[in-house]
């Protein structure tokens, strides 16, 4: 068993980080939904979609550190390691931001990634090595393929949905707000726990 496991949204946990700094900057109201669709919805709908963008920028560039994991991912790595099970972390990330500011999106995921204890190797069975941020979706599909993935996860049900993505990797939507448990196309799992529990 090979598992890749994307990044943004999947490791990372930005809905609280997301929405208190879009209070912060005056861009939305409080009292709407405290996550990162519910910020992404008003600002749509409110016309500011360049407000979004760069929010996203802000976030993933200098805010990056003050976001959390996911309960149970770290554990979900050790799982790994402990079984012999190989995990890669493989995420489609453009270098810069689409607007704002030029941050270097990559080196803040990987200064992310050492600060949060993720390249401890000895506990979690990832280094440096395991970790691909490519530039498109084509790239991290073909990435999966190469490295022989068994199994991905990933928060995005379009992007599970691929007609390039590999037919013979069983394909996990981490959907940790439940909005997608009615999409039966994929194996579906609203926590880190409940993936592991399919790798048994």
Known sequence: MIIGVDFDNTIVSYDALIYKTAIEKGIVPKGISPTKSGVRDFLRKSGKEDAWTELQGFIYGPCILEAEPFPGVMDFFKTCREKGIKAYIISHKTRYPFLGPKYDLHESAKRWLYEKGFYDCGETGISKEDVFLELTKKDKIKRISELGC??????????????????????????????????????HAVSWLEIAGKLR
């Open 150 to 187: 068994t199994h991905f996860i990933d928060d995005l049900p379009e992007f599970l949905a691929e007609k390039s993505f590999p037919s013979n990797v069983v394909r996990i939507l981490f959907d940790s707000n439940n909005k997608y448990k009615d999409l039966g196309d994929f194996e």
